[in-house]
């Protein structure tokens, strides 16, 4: 509930339409006496994240103003350590009262050769608009409770189809939020023909659960998308949330398939090639992507995210869920965790600095999985602990991880800075092993120098228990930004893909899904080039003779 003294944060949408839909956004942002001392930054702006580049905005594209008139900002670009990068956008003088931005926001150009990233950036699609607050508005630097409003403004000549959704409700009409400054930053926004489910409008302000989309679903995301609507109420409730609604916006694209979680909401990415997914593939993304947005750790002192934490948790709550949920049944459960052991020790870079992962991720085939599959199996090693030590066997039911986690999590998402520090004090308190030191294996297996050990370890029955196994070592056996510049580079002499037949040079037309691959030994991967006479397919299983000592249930 909305408390008088809150300041409030005010954003208008205009779409603009040409022959093929919405074109762009015409963006007014009101801040209320925004508390900024002289020469001091008023906003932050994301000018490149998670592999994506921001709207490229010149200074004077943005006009502000406070009740002094006209408020030029000037752009200083803050010193980063890595990839992404950040600016700062500082008022050249004192700020008096409200202040005023007014600026243009377009669809970011892509096309089959554009890199992968967070799905943050501002697309057309089908006859519509699709982006993240994150990609095309400035973050106000501020700490305080805010009013939160988003209002769509409608042309005339917009088409009766034209709707207007907002990760936390349905325009045009003002949506109204009490939340944190990045409420209207760290959530989604989509304009124009949007289909949905369920797909009543009148049911627009009591939908606990709703899907978004342009165009038509392919077969087997029209027919699980109910999946999304059935699993949010069991989610909230079992990270003690009540009285809020979720949305899921599903945008098509050249080539990808993947998601980012966001405020109440997550933003599914696919391509064609997702026709060929299976259900339960589906079913898994689905509930990774939700936990997103129930689930996480604040960045530490040095700008380390967490990662090992946020995609952790929701790798193995992938799999945990649907079959606490009752969507999926033990063989489900124990298959997912599998996939998940398999991508862990199979990896040629399970000894990587999960930091240094993080800057390499979009670049190299087995760095992108370090946090995902070594923070699943490190959870899951410290679950299986926990269980042991407390005799709770049963997958069916929460155990001391689970406890953990929702903590962490309420802590989280209150706004409380929640660290890796508050994640060893919670086991430290809950798990007392008599062989390691707690803290010293966390760090390791951050730095990579801890392999998991699953000796001892079980579920409930007995034959639910790990097993060491010999796995060979994945290798795709040529370089990944081959996938984005569309001409295949490093072929590794002597591996498979080599001896199939791939050839540097050759020109990349489609490529299958390396996921499946990285979880499963026994999948092959497949290309298809043009080796400048004809069209050929290239198949060969992305492996190593070499093998690893690993570990299953």
């Known amino acids: 509930m909305a408390n008088s003294e809150d300041p409030s944060i005010y954003l208008c949408l205009a779409p603009h339409f040409d022959k093929d839909g919405v074109s762009a956004l015409s963006v007014l942002l009101k801040i209320e006496n925004p508390s900024i001392r002289n020469g001091q930054p008023m906003f932050l702006f994301d000018t490149f994240m998670d592999n994506v ?3 490229p905005y010149c200074e004077s594209d943005i006009h502000a103003s406070d009740d002094n008139g006209p408020l030029p900002l000037v752009f200083r670009d803050i010193p980063s350590l890595d990839r992404n990068t950040q600016q700062q956008w500082c008022p050249t003088r004192q700020v008096k009262g409200h202040v005023s931005l007014r600026f243009d926001a377009f669809p970011r150009k892509v096309s089959e050769k554009t890199p992968l990233g967070a799905r943050v950036d501002l697309r057309r699609d089908q006859g519509g608009l699709q982006g993240v607050g994150r990609w095309f508005l400035p973050l106000l630097i501020s700490d305080r409770v805010h009013k939160n409003t988003v209002e769509w403004i409608l042309p005339e000549e917009a088409p009766q189809s034209t709707r207007c959704i907002w990760s936390l409700g349905e325009g045009p009409d003002p949506v109204v939020v009490v939340g944190r400054a990045d409420t209207v930053w760290r959530t989604v926004y989509m304009t124009g023909p949007v289909c949905s489910y369920p797909d009543s409008v009148a049911q627009k302000s009591d939908i606990l659960a709703a899907c978004y989309w342009f165009g038509s679903l392919l077969p087997n995301l029209d027919r699980l998308k109910a999946y999304n609507t059935s699993l949010y109420p069991k989610m909230a409730e079992h990270f003690g949330v009540s009285g809020e609604s979720y949305r899921v916006f599903i945008r098509k694209t050249k080539v990808g398939f993947g998601g980012s979680g966001f405020i109440g909401s997550y933003v599914l990415e696919y391509d064609e090639q997702v026709a060929d997914e299976s259900d339960d593939s589906l079913l898994l993304l689905f509930t990774h992507e939700m936990v997103h947005s129930f689930s996480d750790l604040s960045h530490e002192e040095d700008g380390y995210d967490n990662d090992w934490f946020r995609e952790g948790i929701a790798e193995l709550y992938s799999a945990y869920l649907p079959y606490r949920f009752g969507f999926r049944g033990k063989v489900f459960l124990i298959e997912s965790i599998n996939r998940h052991l398999q991508g862990y020790f199979s990896s040629p870079r ?26 699943c199996i490190y959870l899951l090693f410290i679950d299986c602990c926990l269980r042991k030590q407390d005799s709770q066997w049963d997958l069916s039911c929460n155990g001391g991880l689970d406890q953990i986690v929702l903590d962490l999590s309420r802590r989280w998402r209150a706004g409380e800075i929640v660290r890796a520090s508050d994640w060893l004090n919670q086991i430290r308190n809950k798990l007392d092993p008599p062989s390691f030191s707690l803290e010293n294996y966390f ?28 796995i060979p070592i994945l290798e795709f056996g040529f370089d ?6 569309r001409v295949i580079t490093g072929v590794v002499p002597g591996s498979n893909a080599e001896a199939a037949g791939l050839r540097d040079g050759m020109k990349l037309l489609e490529a299958s899904r390396p996921s499946n691959c990285v979880e499963n030994v026994n999948e092959a991967y497949r290309v298809e080039v043009d080796d400048g006479s004809i069209n050929r397919t290239i198949q060969f299983l992305p492996r190593k003779s070499e093998r690893t000592l690993g570990w299953q249930i």
């Open 350 to 375: 399970i000894c990587m600095d999960i930091r240094e992962a993080g800057q390499e991720m979009f670049s190299d085939w087995y760095a992108e999985w370090i946090p995902y599959k070594r923070g």
């Open 53 to 55: 580049p921001g709207h």
């Open 443 to 470: 760090w390791n297996m951050l730095n990579g120098k801890q392999r998991m050990d699953f000796t001892g370890l079980s579920f409930h029955e007995s034959a639910t228990c790990f097993i060491p196994v010999e």
């Open 480 to 485: 990944k930004c081959s996938r984005s510049t």
